[in-house]
């Protein structure tokens, strides 16, 4: 079964620190893997994209992994802000631009 | 240039209404999506359209669901016979391309459904 699993399922972190969320998927046969940000209230934004054959990608305070063969990914937040605070989805693409969505990690950030 | 917008924001409809949820997607975008998202939990596909096209309608949780976009622009998803399972946030995505271009999806606010 195609699934994506995201942990942990929320955070809170004080503002200033750093955090990493991970997401381990089994989609088959994979196209690229998102991590998208959802705002409460908002449609999720993508903030990084990746294909079997990167490593890493960075978006500003952003940085993504993956490990194509393990299926893992995570997403790095460096000198968190508040503005941080949202849920942060990881999307994994089947070939046929399939979606397959994580449940999310909900982060709050502190001052 | 503006982004997918969906209408209305919020809903409240009693068991046994029908609502309609509109989806404005970004203009010249061949393809739209639309997702039903639970409290707390990821978006889950529901069905994509290509142009005016319904190609896909798997993720459709039961005949009661029913989605149209006649011109190839605007959808709208309709749900009769509201129950309370379908409360949740009902998401709408546009792409430029073809579904099997991997093209990258634009995400409405959506629209939060209780049905009471």
């Known amino acids: 079964k195609n699934q994506v699993e995201q942990s942990p399922q929320s955070l809170i972190i004080l503002e200033g620190k750093n955090c990493t969320l991970q997401?381990?998927?089994?989609?088959?046969?994979?196209?690229?893997l998102r991590w998208y940000k959802q705002d409460t209230g908002r449609g999720p934004v993508s903030l990084t994209i990746m294909t079997f054959s990167e490593n890493t990608k960075s978006n500003g305070r952003y940085t993504a992994t993956l490990d194509a063969d393990t299926k893992q990914s995570s997403l790095h937040i460096t000198a968190s802000q508040l503005s941080d605070s949202a849920s942060y989805i990881c999307?994994?693409?089947?070939?046929?631009?399939?979606?397959?969505f994580g449940g999310g990690t909900r982060l709050m950030v502190k001052p | 240039g503006a982004g997918v917008s969906q209408s209305p924001r919020y809903k409240v409809a009693k068991r046994g209404q029908d609502v309609a949820l509109r989806c404005d997607p970004i203009s010249g975008h061949v393809s739209l999506f639309w997702y039903q998202q639970a409290l707390g939990q990821g978006p889950e596909f529901l069905t994509y359209?290509?142009?005016?096209?319904?190609?896909?309608k798997s993720g459709l949780p039961s005949d009661r669901f029913f989605a149209e976009r006649p011109e190839g622009s605007v959808s709208t998803l309709k749900i009769q016979r509201t129950q309370q399972e379908d409360s949740a946030v009902y998401l709408c995505a546009s792409s430029l391309k073809p579904r099997d271009n991997s093209y990258e999806q634009y995400f409405g606010p959506g629209t939060r459904l209780t049905v009471t």
């Open positions: 359209f290509q142009n005016e096209a319904q190609l896909d």
């Open positions: 997401c381990n998927y089994t989609v088959s046969p994979f196209s690229n």
């Open positions: 999307v994994v693409t089947r070939a046929g631009n399939m979606l397959t």
